[in-house]
Structure formats: C-alpha cells, structure tokens
C-alpha cells in the first residue's frame, strides 16, 4: 500500500489555496491591465518608494518595534517570575496568562476603546479630580497601547518556556564560583535564553507590523499603517497592482526580519559552546 | 522579602493589565443605561435584547457552524496528510513540511487578501462558502503540526506486531495507530477551532454580503459606537472560554490520577 500518497488531498489543498493566491500576488505586483492586454511593469513598486508611502513604512516599523520592545521590558521579568513559582502556583498563573488570549482579539481592542473613549471610564474618574484629560484615543500612543496589550503573552509564554528549561545547577554552579545574582543573570540566564527572547520578537513584531485592525480601532480612521495601507487599496480604490507590491515588500521585510532574528539565536547558540 | 514583595506587586500590575478591560467590560454589561462610564443601575436587559439582534444572532451562527466545520474538516484532512507525509521520502517530506509551515508564518491580511483575489478571478460567490474554505486552509497546519510529533513518536513494532498477529491494515491502524496519536489529534481540533472562531483578518476578506462572524460585526460596529448587546455577547464568550478551560483542566486531572493509580 502507497501510504505517502494520503498526503496527495492536502497537497493538491495547498497548492490551490495558498500557492496559486500567493502567486497571484506576485503576478498582480507587476502587471497592469488596459484596453490593450496585459503589460509587464514595475511601476507599482515605484510608487511603493514614493515618500509619502515610505513614511507609512517608517511608521509602521517604528511603532512595531517601539511596541516589541515595550513587550520585552515589560514581558521578560513576567517571564522569569512565572518560571520562578513552585509547580502548583506556576501552572495556575500560566493559565491566568493565557486566558485573556483566549477572548477575541478585536474584543479586547474593544474594550480599550470604551475605557479610553472621551466619556469612558478612565477619563470620567480622572474627571472626578478636576483633570480634563485631552483625548486619549486616536493617537500614537494608544495604538502602541493596544499592541502591547493584545500581543505581551506572546512575548512571555516563548520566553518563560526557556527559562523553565534552564538546569538549575548551571545557576547554582555560576553561583558557587563566585558570580553575584547580576552576573548570574547577565552571563547565564539571559543568554540562555535568547532562543525564547528571539522567537517572542518574532511573535509580537510580525503581527505588530501587519495589523491594521488596531491601528484603525484605536488610532482612528486617518491613522494609516502599511495594513491599513494594503486594505486599502484591495477594499476601497481597488488598486490591486499596488496592493500587491505592497503585500510582496510587507512580505519581503518579514522574510529578512525573521533572517534577522534566526541567525542571530544560531550565532549565539554557536558561541554558547566555547 | 523587599524582592519577593516586588514580584507580588510586578505580577499583580500585570495581571491588572491584562484583565482591567475584561472585568469592565462585563461589568458594564449589566448597566443600566448605554453609558460605558457612569454606572446608573443594574440590569439583565441587553442579554435579552442581545438575543433579539439579528445581526447579531446570524453573527453568533456564523462563527459557531464555521469554526466547528472547518476544524472538523480540517482535523480529517491533516490528520490524513500528517500521515501521509509521515510515510514520504525525505526531500518530498521536507518540502511538504515546510510548505505546511508557509501559512502559519505568511501575515494574516497576505493570506486573506490572497485568498479574496482567487475568489474575485475564479469568479466564486463570496460568503459562507469561501470563508469556510479560507478556514479549513489556515487551519490545516495546525492540525498537521500537532499530529506530526506524535507520529514521530510511534513505536512501528506495534503496528507490524499487530498486523503479524493477524490484524488486518485497516483494524490495526484503528487500535493500535489511532490510539498512540489521538492526542494530537485532539490538541490539532482545539487548536483549529480556537483559531478559527479568533479569526477576524482572513475572515474579513473572504467572506460576501450578509455573511459575517462576531469579530466582523464588533468591527463593523465598533466603528460606528457600540452597543451594551455587544459586551453582553463578550461576557457570554468570556464565560464560555472559562467554561472550557475548567472541564478540560478536570478532564486532564483526572486522566493524570487514573494514570496515577496505574502506576
């Protein structure tokens, strides 16, 4: 019996649903259609690098990495509390962590935009004290907010996952020749960690980057990202050719992102053996 | 002390974080009036009305029929191509490995916009149908990738020894494979389902008119201002997740004292 060829639906799935699409990306990034045919063109990545264009792209990186960074200062002590908790404790705090993902997404954004609105609750108590807050939705700052929000588990459950790893007895050997708890951290957890610390930047900078529900839930309708950007063109002006050359690049920044990361956790895990 | 003191402190912050928006947005469910701010009196009435809203009744039906076929779908045709690919040589198997890995790192609006395009050329009516298809695929990897390690796992003599004691392919496949790997299996079905019913990006570009899942309707609505019915629907998710989480932990903890008593 040809078992190997039970993997021939799925194959024949893949190719019609995530191949053929993909391509189809491809060919739309450099083709236009007139009265006259089909034309090869590149002009749609041109305008991909037209300033105001390049703006949004500098924009949306900044504010991923801003809030990947966010996620990291605040997720990695999360991380090393959780690991640090005897079994019982642990796994009913890891729940608790993961619970809240487990509510939709767009609910939870939801939920920020009724606490910040102008009448929402925390401009309403801050009210009671005299303060008029200036509006808190719509900015810069709370779609940073929501992405912190929505993406810090996937940050801490990679990292804590390495740190439960870590041999006791490394740390107890580092301690037992002399290192202070700093230089325990610095030189052997930290360190140790980094496949964890590299994975949850992945996690949180690649949906940060390609959002554009939070930007438009809590950054308002003006405020574009490359999402927004892409949704745009599909949903509204129905650009196709440009859209696909923006999803090719959005493609390409993640590809060499995630190169980025990957090479690093492999030099790190070289230099780990000398 | 100073220290364990902080750490209470750190995750009790964080912790606040993560729930805050939550146990308000329950709270408010209850409220009187539509106000999200000014607590004016309790009140079960938008849980009551929540079930009157077409909308959002055919939202709720949506999400439930799609999220519970696709994974169905999904965990019989991974669970088969797990295998499948199991039994490949190696540079194929390696090729459908990472071909399987493909959607699971490809971004959301790629996958869904993608998807919308072959829909929009292959002149396919978008709605229940499309979406559903959108769903099986994004679901797919993550049956297959729960099953795979499992079939690693797979002692073969079980299965040579079952079919050398006279069980036919098909009868050792059910009692001995089966079995050893239904636990991936499970974990690949939940996986999907909760995938599947969290999906608003893909969703939102695949599916047509007068078809749309919660996450579309809170999106659609969030725009315009929302309505208490909203946070009542949420509360009831929320409720449910905790729900599932507690029977599931029963589940697992009384297969864990069973497995106890055994030893």
Known sequence: ?274 | MVKSAFKKIYTFLIFLFLYAPIIVLIIFSFNESKSRAHWTGFTFKWYIEMFRDRQIMSSLYYTITIALTASIIATVLGTIAALGIYYMKKTPRTIMINLTYLPVLNPDIVTGISLMLLFILMKFQRGFFSMLIAHITFNLPYVILSVMPKLKQLDNYLYDAALDLGATPTYAFRKVVLPQIAPGIFTGFLLAMTMSIDDFVISFFTTGPGVSNLAITIYSMARKGVSPKINAVLSIMFAGVILMLLIINNRMSRDNGRKENVV
Request: hydrophobic residues 55%.
């Open chain 1, 1 to 274: 019996m040809k078992k190997h060829l039970m993997a021939y639906p799925y194959a024949l799935w893949m190719l019609i649903f995530t191949i053929i699409p993909l391509a189809l990306i491809l060919v739309y990034s450099v083709i236009t259609i007139d009265d006259a045919g089909i034309h090869f063109t590149l002009d749609h990545f041109r305008r991909v690098f037209e300033p105001i264009y390049l703006a949004v792209f500098w924009r949306s990186i900044k504010i991923a990495t801003i809030s990947t960074i966010i996620c990291l200062i605040l997720g990695y002590p999360m991380a090393m509390i959780l690991a640090s908790k005897n079994l019982s404790k642990k796994s009913i705090l890891v729940v608790l962590f993961v619970i809240p993902m487990w509510m939709n997404f767009l609910a939870r954004t939801y939920a920020w935009m009724t606490l910040l609105e102008r009448n929402g609750l925390i401009a309403t108590i801050i009210g009671y004290f005299g303060i008029q807050l200036p509006s808190l939705l719509y900015t810069e700052n709370t779609v940073i907010l929501g992405m912190v929000y929505n993406f810090l588990p996937f940050m801490v459950l990679p990292v804590y996952s390495v740190l439960v790893k870590i041999d006791k007895a490394v740390l107890e050997a580092a301690e037992d020749l002399g290192a202070t708890p700093f230089i325990v951290f610095r030189r052997v957890i930290f360190p140790l960690s980094l496949p964890g610390v590299s994975s949850g930047i992945i996690m949180v900078f690649m949906p940060a980057l390609t959002t554009f529900v939070i930007s438009r839930l809590l950054g308002g309708a003006h405020f574009t990202l490359i999402g927004n950007l892409i949704e745009q063109q599909f949903l509204t002006t129905m650009d196709w050719g440009f859209g696909s050359a923006l999803s090719v690049v959005l493609m390409l920044i993640i590809i060499l992102s995630m190169g980025f990361a990957m090479r690093y956790e492999k030099e790190n895990q070289g230099g780990g053996l000398w």
